[in-house]
């Protein structure tokens, strides 16, 4: 495998994790707009919204059974086209079961490019023997900068949802599938060379459980953040409604830049001290945010929270990986992150609602103590991630090894 080849790999997947960003943002920050153009009732949109992460679960279980079939490139290849049909679908159709049906594909189709995605992210790390993962997601939080931005204009102008979609599917469509032409499957990579062969049978579901729950908290912090911070700064800080749209963009902003600079952290220090310190600093910002005097503490909160949670999701499906692969080889690792991807939904579920009901009978501010204290158990869990990042499975020997690829050379 050529140094010019898994960079086109790597670009290609990096390109795909953004378009994915741009899709997802424009579904649920047009949400408003969604359940005004079909009527969708107060009591009814809960379920639709539901569905979503539902259906994509299963989308990721199905994925997990039709890659022992098929290449996961030839599974993202035709995944992500269905997304952003299904998103224009979700623009212009016409009646209630139109837009059910649309989402109801959406839903499936974003569990396959989930699933597929991050099987050829951890493959690709493998075969760099390096840690690379947080790069392809710093890309899908440009693309929901990107997206979410997109959305601001067109509800802001006005526009029809159909307007909004349709240049930019019509723009990303082909440009996925040109870039398709450069996915890369399962690698050996220096892991094989120094002896993990794998037997190609599964990985046993409690080998996997620290990074299930890791996973599940991290989303349970995220959508608290996506869904409850503007409603926090504008009804517990009182703040305007205009400054209460600020964190969540800050937030993303943050996420981004962790993501952006993950990669060298996690190559110097190793994974599970990234892990921990993101852990760390995402309970601290819940903490601020909880006991937040004012709106600037508030905002300060938030940033913290951008910082922290941003490295636990790729760290975990890179973890998650590298043990599937030990224990069966590259099929063992896309099991293994088919089988972790089901509780990004999981999270995503509980964590909207559970605030909020905390928050009903309770109060807001002690609704974030909860996934204060959930990140918190993430850092009961970090030795786990001991051996990701630097060379692959290479536990002390990740500085040494951080810019250095298969036959020595930089990559």
Not at 6 to 27: E, I, K, N, Y
Not at 272 to 284: C, E, K, P, T
Not at 296 to 320: D, E, I, K, S
Not at 334 to 346: K, P, Q, S, T
């Amino acid at each position: 495998m050529t140094d010019t080849r898994m960079r086109q790999g790597r670009a290609a997947l990096a390109f795909s994790f953004l378009v994915q960003g741009v899709a997802f943002a424009l579904l649920v920050t047009r949400i408003p707009a969604i359940q005004d153009r079909y009527g969708i009732s107060d009591a009814l949109l809960p379920a639709f919204l539901a569905a979503v992460p539902v259906l994509a679960g299963v989308g990721s279980v199905v994925t997990e059974r039709v890659v022992r079939r098929v290449a996961p490139s030839l599974v993202l290849r035709w995944a992500q086209p269905v997304v952003l049909l299904a998103l224009l679908a979700v623009g212009v159709g016409q009646g209630m079961i139109q837009v059910a049906l649309a989402l109801a594909v959406f839903g499936l189709a974003v569990g396959a490019l989930d699933a597929s995605m991050n099987m050829l992210g951890v493959s690709l790390q493998r075969a760099y023997g390096r840690s690379i993962m947080l790069g392809f997601h710093a890309a899908y939080s440009l693309g929901g900068i990107a997206g979410a931005s997109l959305a601001w204009l067109g509800a802001h102008g006005g526009w029809a949802l159909g307007v909004s979609y349709a240049p930019v599917v019509g723009v990303l469509l082909p440009l996925a599938l040109v870039g398709s032409r450069w996915y890369m499957d399962a690698a050996a990579g220096p892991a094989v060379e120094a002896g993990g062969k794998g037997n190609g049978r599964g990985v046993a579901f409690a080998v996997l459980l620290p990074f299930c729950l890791v996973m599940s908290f991290a989303y349970i912090g995220d959508s608290t953040v996506s869904n409850w911070s503007a409603k926090y700064l504008q009804d517990v800080l009182g703040s305007s409604e205009q400054t209460a749209t600020v964190p969540y963009n800050v937030y993303m902003v943050m996420t981004l830049l962790g993501r952006t600079l993950g990669d060298l952290g996690v190559r110097r220090f190793g994974a599970a001290a990234v892990v921990r310190a993101g852990a760390v600093l995402a309970a601290a910002g819940f903490a601020l945010v909880a006991g937040a005097p004012g709106v600037a503490a508030g905002m300060a909160g938030f940033t913290l929270l951008g910082l922290g949670l941003c490295v636990l999701v790729p760290q975990t499906f890179a973890a998650a990986g590298r043990i599937g692969f030990e224990k069966g080889g590259p099929a063992g690792s896309d099991a293994a992150v088919a089988r972790l991807n089901v509780f990004n939904y999981v999270g995503f579920l509980v964590g909207s609602p559970l605030v909020g009901v905390i928050g009903d009978a309770w109060s807001y501010r002690g609704a974030m103590l909860v996934p204060m204290v959930l990140v918190l158990v993430t850092v009961g869990y970090a030795r786990s991630f001991e051996g990701t990042g630097g060379r692959y499975g290479d536990g002390h020997e990740r500085a040494r090894a951080a810019d250095v690829g298969r036959d020595g050379h930089r990559l």
